[in-house]
């Protein structure tokens, strides 16, 4: 809903690409630009969150109030970390047993013993490879074998407080451009490419009578034998791979039944 928004105001046929991120860069300036929207989206994020309902359960006006501001807190959060340059990466992911170098033991269980996680109580925040200050993995944590077994939430359900069809999304470029081949071989994109960036098209030729395949490096166009065949065309920008157009069907459903 978020994104949808944006693209409201935003016209595809008026955009160049010049990243791999394009639409993270023009989403998070424009966001940024955009007070208003800002806390209209940090409103909308609490507002239909499930945590709503666990909130109004409590029995104590301090701790609703504390828990609505933490939920806000961690939104904003979360929220300028997906719109951030270089990006930051958000990881929930629970490991079974403790990694001192990636996680903080909330529990601050001590020794030499392997201590196993309950649960994330906050996750990690990546950035270039390297955690941001205090951005390891806060975990809850245990010791479970012979000779001490520590406290821990049996049959915890921590499910996720958002849906996982609700959860926000900025489109990645290889989601919505498209390629298509006119004039024989010459590759046409539904987005304008910026010419100061680097892109190469992979088509996959193949002989029509052996029915040998090779793998011609382009950045535009090429020419092809009287008994040869394109099967494949794939894009690449910056070195990096976006997107295939599929010619021959027979070639299509052996790619999507692997």
């Known amino acids: 809903m978020v994104y949808n928004e944006f693209k409201n105001f935003k016209n595809n046929n008026e955009t160049i690409i010049s990243s791999v991120d394009q639409f993270k860069m023009e989403f998070s300036s424009w966001v940024k630009s955009n007070d208003k929207f800002m806390v209209k989206c940090l409103e909308d994020f609490v507002k239909n969150s499930n945590i709503n309902k666990y909130v109004n359960e409590q029995k104590e006006e301090n701790t609703k109030n504390?828990?609505?501001?933490?939920?806000?807190?961690?939104?904003?959060?979360?929220?300028?970390?997906?719109?951030?340059?270089?990006?930051?990466?958000?990881?929930?992911?629970?490991?079974?047993?403790?990694?001192?170098?990636?996680?903080?033991?909330?529990?601050?269980?001590?020794?030499?013993?392997?201590?196993?996680?309950?649960?994330?109580?906050?996750?990690?925040?990546?950035?270039?490879?390297?955690?941001?200050?205090?951005?390891?993995?806060?975990?809850?944590?245990?010791?479970?074998?012979?000779?001490?077994?520590?406290?821990?939430?049996?049959?915890?359900?921590?499910?996720?407080?958002?849906?996982?069809?609700?959860?926000?999304?900025?489109?990645?470029?290889?989601?919505e451009l498209k390629i298509n081949l006119i004039k024989v071989l010459i590759p046409e994109i539904n987005f304008k490419i910026s010419e100061k960036i680097k892109t190469e098209y992979k088509f996959h030729i193949r002989d029509k009578k052996t029915h040998e395949e090779k793998v011609v490096n382009e950045y535009y166009l090429i020419?092809?034998?009287?008994?040869?065949?394109?099967?494949?065309?794939?894009?690449?920008?910056?070195?990096?791979?976006?997107?295939?157009?599929?010619i021959n069907r027979q070639i299509e459903d052996k790619e999507i039944n692997k």
């Open 66 to 175: 504390y828990l609505k501001k933490l939920y806000k807190d961690l939104v904003t959060l979360f929220f300028e970390c997906e719109l951030s340059f270089p990006s930051i990466t958000i990881n929930y992911k629970k490991e079974e047993e403790y990694d001192f170098e990636k996680m903080e033991d909330l529990a601050n269980n001590k020794g030499k013993r392997k201590r196993k996680i309950n649960f994330v109580v906050f996750p990690s925040l990546i950035s270039n490879g390297e955690f941001l200050k205090k951005g390891k993995q806060y975990v809850f944590t245990y010791f479970d074998d012979e000779k001490k077994k520590t406290f821990y939430f049996e049959n915890i359900n921590l499910e996720p407080l958002i849906e996982e069809n609700k959860k926000f999304y900025i489109p990645r470029l290889k989601d």
């Open 223 to 246: 020419k092809i034998g009287e008994n040869e065949e394109c099967i494949k065309c794939d894009f690449y920008l910056m070195n990096e791979y976006i997107s295939t157009l599929i």
